[in-house]
């Protein structure tokens, strides 16, 4: 990539990539600084004559001439490439970035980012103004979780790509990536409570607060690929029954109680039917689409969620209207596939009205949404009354 052409997987990963608050993608990013141990980390992409640095930690977005840029050469290497000490390098000392013109950067280190078709088209980069060395395990952690990177760019793609068709392979691909990635997570969430164990009274703080955060960005990851599985298993074997639904609502309430007193919410209720279905799989669509509501609660007013029903031909709509912030009209497809969320400001991962959908169309119903008579979003379901 010598040329000012552009490869399209490349541009591809710079629209990915220059999403703003892509929450998930930031966390890998936070997680590698953390555990190397390095002060700034990067997607590194390049692009034409200039090298990007998106979704930095611990420092400002970066468009740099590629003439400048430290590690111009590594643009075709596949493996992870470590320099301890970049001010004692031959070349690399008389760069801007290490003798203090716009950095006074000493270690680097980064691993190899691909898109889907295996171009390789960036680095996942960690650096640090100080010179040290890297030991096996934070070597293999900044490997893996370059793999990560390149597994999500490889769902935000194909989401993007394809929106809800080919549904069935974006969940076996998903539910992949997510088995692959829960191996390396729990090794890590594990490191890290033996380290609390080791440390014990004598924990420097600075070492407690790397070793909170990494132990809460793990956690995250850790959910998102709880999600991902849960996505992949909903509404593969149903066994049906009669489900109740005001029951299944009241046990729903119950259970989010807590969140709901935090937004001061007022449900109402009406009668709701008997379907049929199966009861896990719709208590699960049912406390997504109320958790949902809370979630985007209109800041500074009380919430209030109206559930009803009303008969469709050979079925039941249910309905759950709020007076939350509400749901753009070009938003109300996307919202319903992997990774497609309203607002990346707000905590999740844009999995739980993506399994709503499956577990509904595998009850041969469908769900939507339209506007909220109370001013945000009114999400309905259709089922089968047998």
Not at 176 to 197: A, C, W, Y
Not at 257 to 278: H, Y
Not at 318 to 340: I, K, Y
Request: glycine share 8%; hydrophobic share 40%; aromatic share 4%.
């Amino acid at each position: 990539m010598d040329n000012d052409a552009v490869p399209s997987a490349v541009v591809q990963t710079l629209h990915v990539l220059g999403a703003t608050g892509d929450s998930d993608l930031q966390e890998i990013v936070d997680l590698a600084a953390d555990l190397c141990e390095a002060r700034w980390a990067a997607i590194s992409v390049p692009s034409g004559r200039h090298y990007q640095l998106l979704l930095p930690h611990g420092l400002e977005p970066l468009t740099c001439p590629r003439e400048e840029i430290l590690f111009r050469h590594l643009a075709g290497v596949r493996d992870t490439v470590i320099v301890e000490d970049a001010a004692r390098h031959p070349v690399l000392r008389h760069s801007p970035y290490v003798d203090g013109r716009r950095l006074s950067l000493r270690f680097y280190a980064s691993a190899p980012v691909y898109a889907p078709d295996g171009t390789l088209v960036g680095r996942l980069v960690v650096s640090d103004p100080r010179p040290h060395r890297m030991t096996s395990l934070q070597q293999r952690a900044l490997a893996r979780l370059a793999g990560s990177v390149t597994a999500v760019l490889e769902l935000r793609l194909r989401r993007d790509r394809d929106g809800l068709r080919d549904e069935e392979t974006m969940a076996r691909i998903a539910a992949e990536i997510g088995h692959d990635m829960q191996v390396p997570l729990t090794s890590i969430v594990g490191n890290i409570e033996l380290l609390h164990e080791e440390l014990h009274d004598h924990e420097d703080p600075a070492v407690s607060l790397m070793l909170a955060r990494t132990e809460r960005a793990a956690h995250r990851l850790m959910r998102m690929t709880e999600g991902i599985m849960t996505y992949h298993q909903a509404g593969r074997h149903l066994v049906r029954s009669q489900v109740d639904l005001q029951a299944t609502v009241d046990s729903v309430l119950a259970s989010l109680n807590p969140q709901l007193d935090e937004v001061a919410a007022k449900v109402t209720v009406d009668g709701l039917p008997t379907v049929s279905g199966n009861p896990d799989e719709l208590y699960s669509v049912i406390q997504n689409v109320i958790a949902n509501a809370v979630k985007f609660a209109r800041p500074g007013t009380p919430l209030e969620i109206e559930i009803r029903s009303e008969p469709i031909p050979r079925g039941w709509r249910l309905v759950v209207a709020d007076n939350g912030v509400g749901v753009p009209p070009e938003m109300r497809r996307r919202v319903f596939t992997m990774f497609g969320r309203v607002d990346t400001r707000v905590q999740g991962h844009g999995i739980g009205l993506a399994t709503v959908r499956r577990i509904v169309g595998a009850h041969g119903g469908r769900v939507g949404i339209d506007e909220s008579p109370l001013g945000g979003a009114a999400v309905w379901i259709e089922l089968p009354s047998a």
